[in-house]
Every structure is written in structure tokens, then in C-alpha cells.
């Protein structure tokens, strides 16, 4: 198990901005773990955003989200992989999780049998 913390989640209005950190414990966690984002709304099953691979810089998004401005990166002097998320919309409301994989080689892959360390997530509300 690899301890992961997601945080930025909160309270944003229709047509804002989604910026959220998954925290790895160390670079040589980050360095080794593709880490994908997953996302949660009440009542419906968990579904895959975006991962990116660890060891050539890869990221993969999900079909759901074609066509939307969605950004998954690596600061590697934080020890973080980031989601960015513009255009907001309610349907957008979920608990937010970011998982450790090894597998992170298509969007095909974004199911949460390939991931195996799972943070507590971070809630987003977009509501006016």
C-alpha cells in the first residue's frame, strides 16, 4: 500500500475551475507509480478521468470526457500529480479519488481493477 492524499476539492460554480493535487509520499513513489484520477457522483459507480505513466510521461482520457478542457500532470518537486478541470458543470459533482497503478498504458485501462492504492478522495461541488 502507498499512501496517497488528494486535497484542492470544494465548492465551485458553473463554468469555473477544477485543480486537484494527488500527493505521492516520496519521489521515488512518484517516480515508479502511474497514478490515475477517478471520480465518483452520488448513486452511480466510479469511472475513470485520466492517468499518466510514470515512466515516459503518457497521459490517457477517459471517452466520457471528450471534448472537454481536462489536464493530468506530474510537479515533480512536490511529489504530486495534478488534475485540472475547466468548464464546470453540476454533473461534474463527485468525490474525487487518485489511485497508484502499474498499468497506465490507454484510456482502457482506467477501471479500478488497475489500481491498487487509493486515497480518501476529495469532494467538488459545482453548484451556484
Known amino acids: 500500500q502507498v499512501p496517497v492524499v488528494e486535497s484542492g476539492g470544494g465548492l465551485v460554480q458553473p463554468g469555473g475551475s477544477l485543480k486537484l493535487s494527488c500527493k505521492l509520499p516520496?519521489?521515488?513513489?512518484?517516480?515508479?507509480?502511474?497514478i490515475g484520477w477517478f471520480r465518483q457522483a452520488p448513486g452511480k459507480e466510479r469511472e475513470g478521468v485520466a492517468c499518466i505513466n510514470s515512466n515516459d510521461g503518457s497521459v490517457y482520457y477517459a471517452d466520457s470526457l471528450k471534448g472537454r478542457r481536462v489536464t493530468i500532470s506530474k510537479n515533480s518537486a512536490a511529489n504530486t500529480v495534478n488534475l485540472e478541470m475547466d468548464s464546470l458543470k453540476p454533473d461534474d459533482t463527485a468525490v474525487y479519488y487518485c489511485?497508484?497503478?502499474?498499468?497506465?498504458?490507454?484510456?482502457?485501462?482506467?477501471?479500478?481493477?488497475?489500481?491498487?492504492?487509493w486515497g480518501r478522495g476529495t469532494q467538488v461541488t459545482v453548484s451556484s
Open positions: 489511485a497508484t497503478s502499474q498499468i497506465c498504458l490507454s484510456h482502457n485501462f482506467l477501471r479500478t481493477e488497475n489500481f491498487n492504492s
Open positions: 516520496s519521489k521515488s513513489a512518484l517516480d515508479y507509480y502511474d
